[in-house]
């Protein structure tokens, strides 16, 4: 068992645009996944990219919770699991306003307008495609942590500020949320 360091909003490993992986099937992969997962499960979350511990390769971990399920058609749950070199295709036009919280930004936390449908693909640990059409908290999710890879954090995805604030105060206070723009 390992709990890795978590990188937080300012550190550069969370700008970078983080590197493909040539083999997932790699054992370093696999020991680098299974540190990720113990230090999730310590944390509490629902995923963490690896530049969020201070490697910059492009590997997530997430599971979705049914009880996070929006009741959107495609919006799966999902036990814990890793994606190598994922990408997202948008399906539509629409995004929504999701609340979202980072391991990399603690305390805080901000509503971020999301696709609400998309296609995601990528590679298991066993190196079988996944393929997967999701939508609501699972499509906001797995935005949420690619983006990781690419060096963005949710903040720099919100357009309206009005939205983010430390977690107790929000759930004190809780702001009217709006359409999406
Ligand atoms: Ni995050």
């Known amino acids: 068992m390992a709990i890795l360091k978590i990188a937080r909003m300012g550190h550069p490993v969370l700008r970078r645009v983080a590197d493909p992986v040539a083999d997932p099937t790699a054992p370093e992969i696999r020991r680098l ?5 113990d230090t999730l499960e310590d944390i509490g979350g ?5 530049p969020q511990v201070h490697v910059p ?5 997430f599971r979705v919770r049914e009880d996070r399920l929006t009741g959107a058609e495609d919006d799966t749950a999902l036990p814990m699991q890793a994606l190598v070199n994922p990408v997202i295709e948008p ?4 995004k929504a306003l ?26 298991d ?8 059409t999701v939508s609501g908290y699972h499509a906001g999710l797995v935005q949420h942590e690619f983006d990781h ?8 995805r919100m357009t309206d500020f009005t939205f ?8 004190k206070y809780p702001p009217e949320m709006v359409p999406a723009p």
Do not use: K, Q
Request: aromatic fraction near 8%; proline fraction near 4%; hydrophobic fraction near 45%.
């Open 33 to 37: 996944v299974a540190h990720m997962i």
């Open 46 to 50: 629902a995923g963490l990219a690896a």
């Open 57 to 61: 390769l492009r590997v997530v971990i």
């Open 91 to 94: 399906i539509g036009d629409e």
């Open 98 to 123: 999701r609340w979202e919280g980072c391991l990399s930004v603690p305390g805080l936390r901000g509503a971020v307008p999301r696709w609400r449908h998309l296609r995601y693909r990528g590679t």
């Open 125 to 132: 640990l066993e190196g079988n495609a996944v393929d997967r």
């Open 149 to 156: 890879l690419d060096g963005i954090l949710y903040p720099a």
């Open 164 to 171: 983010f604030g430390f977690n107790e105060e929000v759930a």
